[in-house]
């Protein structure tokens, strides 16, 4: 079964940065576009950034410039660098693996953002 997971989270302060990663099992990981999700307390999940398989990248305008997405598809790999983190930032965070009309969900990751 193809699972993709997540790792990198953890609790920092203002300011701090982290590289998630997510994962695969599969080295048909370069023909999945890749999407980098989160979710706070109370909130719904949203869309954080992106990556395809071309390279490709887009993001959220709250993420902007602080926020950068890569891939390395010799490891089977995604990554979220996250820089300049902000206690809103503050969220589980979750990677999706997409081709064609298949989905695949990490487990999620913590990141936490306070003193």
């Known amino acids: 079964q193809v699972q993709f997971v997540e790792s990198g989270g953890d609790l920092v302060q203002p300011g701090g940065s982290l590289r998630l990663s997510c994962a695969a099992n599969?080295?048909?990981?370069?023909?999945?576009?890749m999407g980098w999700y989160r979710q706070s307390l109370g909130k719904e999940r949203e869309w954080v950034a992106d990556?395809?398989?071309?390279?490709?990248?887009s993001y959220a305008d709250s993420v902007k410039g602080r926020f950068t997405v890569s891939r390395d598809n010799a490891k089977n790999t995604a990554y979220l660098q996250i820089n300049s983190l902000k206690p809103e930032d503050t969220a589980v965070y979750y990677c999706?693996?997409?081709?064609?009309?298949?989905?695949?969900w990490g487990q999620g990751t913590q990141v936490t953002v306070s003193l």
């Open positions: 999706k693996a997409n081709w064609g009309f298949v989905n695949y």
């Open positions: 990556i395809t398989r071309g390279g490709n990248t």
């Open positions: 599969t080295n048909l990981f370069n023909r999945y576009d």
